[in-house]
């Protein structure tokens, strides 16, 4: 695919304000403000209210592609950053739970064997016999991670929908820990998993065993980590 993902925004978003308040220069954590705002604003242009979601990205023709998509659920962590050095306005905190809501519902898959999110809504990659969408590992403690991030940025501001998104960083963290239905009998973590339960693609994938640690160390911090 090719276009302006929402992802991407994330990503600059969360580098913006991070920069913006790193022991540097003051007029470089200025210009690394200003860009985060720049961004932060730019994100509107991606909501489809229609569907209440952030859109997937911007194709190359200016339209939107309005299909869920795990990796903006990397806007909570970019909004919690973007949090520390300037203001998260009420319209935008809406959105993103709005957000949140339905990517999460949408994105999840349950059946006799395992629970977890997939990728993204239409995501045809080594499906085989299946006719959906795989379970990703990465994406599913990419939700988990993101659920805590945005129950922090919940609580720093005052909103007792905290406590949901930890319940839901849990919920979702339990499919990917030590004894959790995309967990291979050895302790690794496959890159997808089947709906019948088999695992498929690189094993052990680096990427969701990080996010794991990230993940406990992170409820840890904020003293959800609990049943």
Known sequence: MTGRFVHTAATFLQGYASVARAP??????EQAREGAETVYEGLDELWVPEEGIF???ERPDGTLDARLDSGSLALAEAHREYAAVADVDDRRLERLVTH?????SGLHRETDAISGLYRFEGDEWRRR???DEKVWTVSTAWGANAC???GELLE???????SEYYDRSRSLFAAVDDDGSLVLDNGYLPEQVFDDGTPDCATPLGWPHAIRIATVAQLDRLGQRKE
């Open 156 to 162: 720093t501001l005052g909103d007792d929908r905290a």
């Open 129 to 131: 016999v299946q006719d």
């Open 24 to 29: 540097i220069g003051d007029a470089l954590r």
């Open 55 to 57: 859109a997937l990205r």
């Open 100 to 104: 949140f809501e339905n990517s999460l």
């Open 148 to 150: 805590a991030q945005l």
